[in-house]
Antibody, heavy 126, light 106 residues
Framework: EVLLVESGGGLAQPGGSLRLSCVAS????????MDWVRQAPGKGLEWVGR??????????EYAASVRGRFTVSRDDSKNSLYLQMNTLKTEDTAVYYC?????????????????WGQGTMVTVSS | DIQMTQSPSTLSASVGDRVTITCRAS??????LAWYQQKPGKAPNLLIY???TLESGVPSRFSGSGSGTEFTLTINSLQSYDSATYYC?????????FGGGTKVAI
């Protein structure tokens, strides 16, 4: 079974840090782009960031709202994706989803998110 | 950034109805558009990609069309369990962006 399981959510203070993890199983994790998407309470979906695969040198992309504060990384040996969140703001409060993107070994691989984790809640509040 | 605008934001329909949701992109995205269904408390679920390709396992009552800047999701013969919020998403360019969602009540 293809599965993504997030962990690491919780309560953090404004200006604080939190690290989320996502463990993958049932597919070749190292071949895929992997993303983080968040959803504030009662709001829509917002893409946060991406880690490309080894073929694309693990390069990353970020939404403007988190660039410079959040870092997406991965450890293919552990089938794991991470989101390091620093300088947290109250507006970062959301459910954070890990999502699977393209299995990409060419120059460009536009692809949707075909597998999602169950999400982990992050609350930023004093 | 490419803005994705969905309409309507909410709709109410009956079992057996045909419903159509529209998604407009602020610039051409070719056919790099996906549709997702999300039920309360659950993660989104991919329905359609490349504007009109049905994801494996998704009922054929769902269909998508469009290219460039105008796209539609159609649900034929609406069922009670289709009650959900539906999102479009462009994956043509960064930042990847979603529409605001359409809540379908039955």
């Amino acid at each position: 079974e293809v599965l993504l399981v997030e962990s690491g959510g919780g309560l953090a203070q404004p200006g604080g840090s939190l690290r989320l993890s996502c463990v993958a199983s049932g597919f070749s994790f190292s071949d895929h782009y992997m993303d983080w998407v968040r959803q504030a309470p009662g709001k829509g979906l917002e893409w946060v960031g991406r880690s490309r695969n080894k073929f694309h040198s693990y390069t990353t992309e970020y939404a403007a709202s988190v660039r410079g504060r959040f870092t997406v990384s991965r450890d293919d040996s552990k089938n794991s994706l991470y989101l390091q969140m620093n300088t947290l703001k109250t507006e970062d409060t959301a459910v954070y989803y890990c999502a699977r993107g393209a299995m990409c070994t060419r120059s460009s691989c536009p692809d949707p998110f075909d597998i999602w984790g169950q999400g982990t809640m992050v609350t930023v509040s004093s | 950034d490419i803005q994705m605008t969905q309409s309507p934001s909410t709709l109410s329909a009956s079992v057996g109805d045909r419903v159509t949701i529209t998604c407009r992109a602020s610039q051409s995205i070719s056919n790099w558009l996906a549709w997702y269904q999300q039920k309360p408390g659950k993660a989104p679920n991919l329905l359609i990609y490349k504007a009109s390709t049905l994801e494996s396992g998704v009922p054929s009552r769902f269909s998508g069309s469009g290219s460039g800047t105008e796209f539609t999701l159609t649900i034929n013969s609406l069922q009670s369990y289709d009650s959900a919020t539906y999102y479009c998403q462009q994956y043509d360019s960064y930042p990847l962006t979603f529409g605001g969602g359409t809540k379908v009540a039955i």
